[in-house]
């Protein structure tokens, strides 16, 4: 079993410390078990893999029906978290971290815990989901909005129309930050 700890700054955001087990054939490492999380019910799983070429920044992202489970499998990449939870004790806290293919850490992003990346390298991000892809519970904030002040490492990242529009954390009513756990 890995051991998993909070992040240390965003509440419920849980690094996963994953074993890695060599011998002359290569590398095992086991990624991922719903048993690790026993909080969430996993009961409709869905797995992704998103390869980025180097600059390019994907988020901020957020979902109100959907937890990720992110493990980078090659590349570089530094990811941003924003706690957009009012009635959570580290509402608005930001965190950066560093992942990598040559880590054997995961992370697992709560509800209402927005978050993005930029990849440093060509990056792979392979990320497990506890709901089907969803067109409706697809939201986002500003990449760069000046009140987060996010340092992505980049001055001119690759960034989707989408993303390019996304609101500013000022402008989405505390309202719309109702979370169903």
């Given at each position: 079993m890995p051991t998993i700890q909070e992040s240390g700054?965003?509440?419920?955001?849980?690094?996963v410390?994953?074993?890695r087990f060599s011998d002359e054939r290569?590398?095992?490492?086991e990624t991922f078990r719903k048993e690790w999380f026993p909080h969430r019910t996993w009961e409709r799983i869905q797995c992704n893999r998103s390869e980025s070429q180097q600059g390019v920044l994907r988020g901020l992202h957020y979902h109100k029906n959907q937890v990720d489970y992110w493990y980078v499998t090659q590349?570089?990449?530094?990811?941003?978290?924003?706690?957009?939870?009012p009635d959570?004790?580290?509402y608005r806290a930001t965190q950066m971290l560093e992942m990598s293919g040559?880590?054997?850490t995961g992370l697992f992003i709560p509800i209402g815990v927005a978050h993005g990346f930029v990849a440093l390298s060509n990056a792979v991000l392979t990320y497990v989901v506890d709901n089907y892809y969803d067109s409706h519970d697809e939201f986002g904030v500003a990449w760069n909005d000046p009140e987060l002040k996010l340092d992505w490492g980049t001055?001119?990242?690759i960034v989707s129309g989408r993303d390019q529009n996304n609101p500013t954390i000022s402008t989405i009513p505390e309202e719309d930050?109702?979370?169903l756990y």
């Open positions: 700054l965003i509440k419920n955001v849980l690094l410390n994953l074993r290569g590398t095992f490492i590349g570089d990449i530094r990811v941003w978290l924003v706690d957009l939870r959570s004790p580290t040559e880590d054997t001055n001119n990242p930050l109702v979370w």
